[in-house]
């Protein structure tokens, strides 16, 4: 793999991460217009919801609620990282470069261990 084509990969991770999260935000924020924010947890359990609630996601994309589609949104800019790291192991190591892919190895173990802390 080439250098130009090395960076070019990297780079359009990043565009196509953020990009994508600024969209699925950006349809959440109009559609929440459209109905309300309230109206993005019509159906949700009588248990207290908060925004960063993330357990019921997949129900309710299915239902397109507007705080599905931003959750989505944030949950895609958080990976966003952890791909390009991703994408530089698999550039190094398509590179025949042995030391940066241990580094890089080492610097998305660190990245995994700290989102994983999170919780």
């Known amino acids: 793999m080439t250098p130009e084509r090395f960076r070019g990969l990297v780079s359009g991770v990043l565009i196509i991460g953020v990009v994508t999260s600024a969209v699925l935000i950006t349809v959440a924020f109009v559609a929440s217009l459209a109905i309300g924010w309230d109206g993005s947890m019509l159906g949700a359990t009588?248990?207290?919801?908060?925004?960063?609630?993330?357990?019921?996601?997949?129900?309710?994309?299915?239902?397109?609620?507007?705080?599905?589609?931003?959750?989505?949104?944030?949950?895609?800019?958080?990976?966003?990282?952890?791909?390009?790291?991703?994408?530089?192991?698999?550039?190094?190591?398509?590179?025949?470069?042995?030391?940066?892919?241990?580094i890089t190895l080492g610097v998305l173990a660190i990245l995994l261990v700290s989102l994983v802390g999170l919780r």
Request: glycine share 6%; charged share 20%; hydrophobic share 55%.
């Open 46 to 102: 009588d248990r207290v919801r908060s925004d960063a609630d993330f357990s019921n996601l997949a129900t309710s994309l299915s239902r397109l609620r507007p705080i599905a589609i931003a959750q989505l949104g944030l949950l895609v800019l958080v990976a966003t990282p952890v791909v390009r790291v991703l994408a530089s192991v698999v550039g190094f190591a398509l590179e025949g470069d042995r030391l940066y892919s241990a």
